[in-house]
């Protein structure tokens, strides 16, 4: 079991956790945990988050009932971020997206075309070169 | 096109960053950018971090040579993270695992053991009902 002294929250006693769906993998959300969240988290076994705007411990659905059950925890190598593998009730954006990760830098949606557009940028410095 | 003014930094002129590998969407690490290397990383196609410990722009894998060619780039619905699709070269610890994400709660890696346990805590859940 992890020791929770090995977490190292920041000046606000937060530390970050990127949330990932154990079914598609995709990244859903980022949010915060304190170490009384994490206590909750780890005793009902559903994802409990700091709110830094509320200022309150939240249970992930409680109001829209989409619940993240977790499957598995870990925190990185220098103990300053968590990954949770959850298994997501509908979808986990406020907005009704699956992920909070839906705006690409480029304004639309289409992988294919950003790709397009980075392999462009790469030839470029290939041939700078 | 993306209007950098969108994304939200933090007080510090940081902003959070999710790295998920697009070959086996495994989260490789959790870096920060400031808007200085969030320009770099558009620029040359590679991503640039900057490091609160050095407190300096970093390239990642400019010493070990595992750099993250970008393949897409997420902004959460609230502005104040981002997500990063890229191809790895080599790994992206430094520790030499391919993620940083290697430590679970429970001290060891087997997830089907974790998923085991939180399926008897929703088990004991459930009775409690």
């Given at each position: 079991?992890?020791?929770?002294?090995?977490?190292?929250?920041?000046?606000?006693?937060?530390?970050?956790?990127?949330?990932?769906?154990i079914?598609?993998?995709?990244?859903?959300?980022?949010?915060?945990?304190?170490?009384?969240?994490?206590?909750?988290?780890?005793e009902?076994?559903?994802?409990?988050?700091?709110?830094?705007?509320?200022?309150?411990?939240?249970k992930?659905?409680?109001?829209?009932?989409?619940?993240q059950?977790?499957?598995?925890?870990?925190?990185?190598?220098?103990?300053?971020?968590?990954?949770a593998?959850?298994e997501?009730?509908?979808?986990?954006?406020h907005?009704?997206?699956?992920?909070?990760?839906?705006?690409?830098?480029?304004?639309?949606?289409?992988?294919?075309?950003?790709?397009?557009?980075f392999?462009?940028?790469?030839?470029?410095?290939?041939?700078?070169?």
């Amino acid at each position: 079991m992890l020791d929770l002294s090995l977490i190292k929250f920041d000046q606000n006693g937060l530390i970050p956790v990127v949330v990932q769906d154990i079914r598609t993998n995709e990244v859903l959300m980022l949010a915060y945990m304190n170490q009384e969240s994490i206590k909750l988290t780890l005793e009902t076994g559903y994802m409990h988050y700091f709110s830094r705007s509320r200022n309150k411990i939240w249970k992930k659905g409680e109001t829209s009932g989409n619940f993240q059950k977790v499957r598995s925890l870990y925190v990185d190598c220098d103990g300053d971020a968590i990954l949770a593998i959850v298994e997501q009730t509908g979808v986990a954006c406020h907005t009704g997206n699956k992920s909070c990760f839906f705006t690409n830098f480029f304004g639309q949606d289409k992988k294919s075309e950003v790709d397009i557009l980075f392999r462009l940028i790469e030839t470029i410095n290939d041939r700078k070169r």
